[in-house]
């Protein structure tokens, strides 16, 4: 029993960093109809920031220019990656995807991944193929409850992870912009119509997004402290496919999903050969999808999807 | 023409006037004489390459129009033009002129005769030119086969990407489906391995095989390409994109997880089968397969499904056997491709026929032009040309490569040749009045 009780830990915090990614695939999607493929890539350039943020705080700190305390330097790490990555979120907006919003769906996903190849090699062109390791902000420390053991950063992890979704969703469902966001999610033409900038919504939910994407980079960043510029395909790919599963626009499905794509890679993997873990997982989505193809909590399929 | 357009304007732009001296000189040229042209071409630089490219200080004749060697040393860019001058385009316009007249009455006689001997004959002087020109260095033949291969796929992806209207992200596991097919069948029937045993037959008749081999690999793709029609019965758009993503991985996946085939470290030992003729004639025959299945009225099913899928039903088209084909017929395609890039690369593995992949097929596509044959072929060989010729700048290639397909996507949306017709017969026909009316 404890070994599945640690093995639920364990997929808990897996799960958090696709439901995090997740959100951002799925409020885009919600409001603009199209997918941000450049998604995992800004998950990516997030963790790098938040590298970068942390290694300075942490060099402050060391040179008694201002010393601050870890625990400090880890909210100020992550609310300043966030707020610096949501710009890269809108950059990307306004270069690959404004100029295509009436174009056909796919080119925008084209540009979509040109951004992403784009993303991965100015960071090796810049920063060289070593990989970084991520500043320790926090002492781990092991709790064994019952026979489970769990960690600080892991409930840290999943605690953070889970307050900013709730975030998220009183954003969206009390604040004046959250409404406009669901109103252009309800219908795009007729809301700008009502003086609702469509540029400023669609750069809205892209900040909103990538930092949320940020704030996994980081938290990964914590658990696994390797970076490498590849890191965001296979996790935007994952996270992708959770989005999906979750039903296109809707962010406790995006949420929900993630966490289950978490629990069903971790499952699988202590159970059969780590190497079947990706076999199995698709093959899962795979009957999921074929059974439920518009997800979770999606509407179902219609005729006049816009393509 | 020229008389009137000086008449009205005096000032005339470099391009106009490079314009009429074109319409002057070369609009009654037929695609017959610019082959020989370029056939003579590739057996002049074969005969005097070298020594000229010497005489006028590059080390050796460049191999790709001299874009490789211009970009590490930029001193040699006069000698890189004046070579591509004087040994291609030089000769291919003095003979497509001079023999213009004539080829104009041979390619009316071969037109008049039929439209099939005209293609052959053409596309046979296009193979020889192909031929003498990349027997000029091996790295060419290379090139050659890739950009080739990268055709099929392109067009293949192109069928349900474009046509279809379909985002289908399943072509990297449909090639390697064919390319583990057709490499363990080579290997098992006609290779000595020391995981598959002896040679069951001769390896003798292995080269007469192959087409068979190719086929089989064909098919299997096509059988897993049911895994994917299936589900697009009932779904479209992003979830069928989602579907054909996790069969990408499960292909992938299960391939590392045969330890049989070598896993993740992949098989080798592919008889070297996959020569340039018989890649150029797997080539053309999937352009012409794949040309007359969209410009069929089946094919025209795949451009109503995508339209209007509703309207389509309406209109009687069966829309769930127009996409279990188009997905059986594509993955077909790929799964050939595939089989033919495992015997001229000579190995495969599984990480070849990931995301990366997946980026490179959708890029090329959406750069040719979609709905379009000639815009396939535009994209795939001017993708893999460009990325050849960019490959001194190693790591900023891929940083210059999707700015440029950004730009594209941005200024034409859906491609660079996109909703045109690949008509044959336009191409092939004598360009001269008098010939086309005769």
Known sequence: MAFFFQNVVNALQWGSFYALIALGYSMVYGVLMLFNFAHGDIFMTGAYIGFFVATLFVGLSASGILVLPNWLILILTILLSMFLTSFVGMAVERIAYRPLRNAPRASAAITGLMVGIILETGNLALLGARRQKFPELIVSQTYDIGGVSVTNTKIMIVLVSIGLMVALHQFVRRTKWGMAMRAMAYDFVVVPLMGVSINLIAALTFGLGSALASAAGILFGIAYPVLDPYMGILFGWKAFVAAILGGRGSILGAALAGFLLGFIEIFVATIFPSTLRDLIAYSIILVILTFRPHGFFGEPYSAQLRL | ?????????????????????????????????????????????????????????????????????????????????????????????????????????????????????????????????????????????LVVKLILLAIMVTLSLNVVNGYMGEFSCSHPGFMALGAYTASILSILFFVDDSTFGPALLPPAIGQFAFPIILIISGAVSSIGALLVAVPSFRTRGDYLAIISLAFTFIVKSLIEN?????????????????????????????????????????????????????????????????????????????????GLLAHVLRYVNPGSFGIQKLAEVLAMVYFGGLNSVVGSIVGAVGFNLLSEALRPLELYKWIIIPIMIILIMIYRPTGLIAFTEFDVKKLIQPRNKKDREA
């Not at chain 2, 003729?277 to 069929?296: A, K, L």
């Open chain 2, 1 to 141: 023409m020229t008389v009137v357009s000086e008449t009205i304007e005096k000032r005339r732009s470099f391009w106009s006037i490079v314009r009429d001296w074109w319409l002057q000189y070369f609009s009654e040229v037929p695609l017959l004489a610019w082959l020989v042209g370029a056939l003579v071409a590739a057996i002049l630089e074969m005969l005097v390459g070298n020594p000229f490219a010497r005489l006028i200080g590059m080390p050796r004749g460049p191999v790709l129009f001299g874009f490789l060697i211009v970009l590490k040393t930029p001193v040699l860019i006069p000698p890189a033009i004046l070579y591509n001058i004087v040994i291609y385009a030089l000769p291919v316009l003095l003979v497509a002129r001079l023999i213009g007249g004539l080829s104009n009455k041979l390619a009316a006689w071969l037109f008049q005769r039929s439209v099939m001997l005209s293609t052959i004959a053409h596309l046979t002087l296009m193979y020889v030119a192909l031929h003498v020109w990349a027997g000029f260095n091996d790295y060419r033949v």
């Open chain 2, 258 to 338: 045969m330890e049989i085939v070598g896993g993740p470290r992949g098989l080798r030992g592919q008889p070297d089968w996959a020569t340039l003729p018989v890649v150029f004639v797997w080539t053309m025959i999937c352009v012409w397969v794949i040309n007359n299945y969209v410009r069929s009225t089946f094919g025209k099913t795949m451009n109503a499904v995508r339209d209007g899928e509703m309207a389509a039903n309406a209109m009687t088209i069966n829309t769930r056997r127009t996409k279990m084909v188009t997905f059986l017929f594509a993955a077909f395609w790929a799964g050939v491709a595939g």
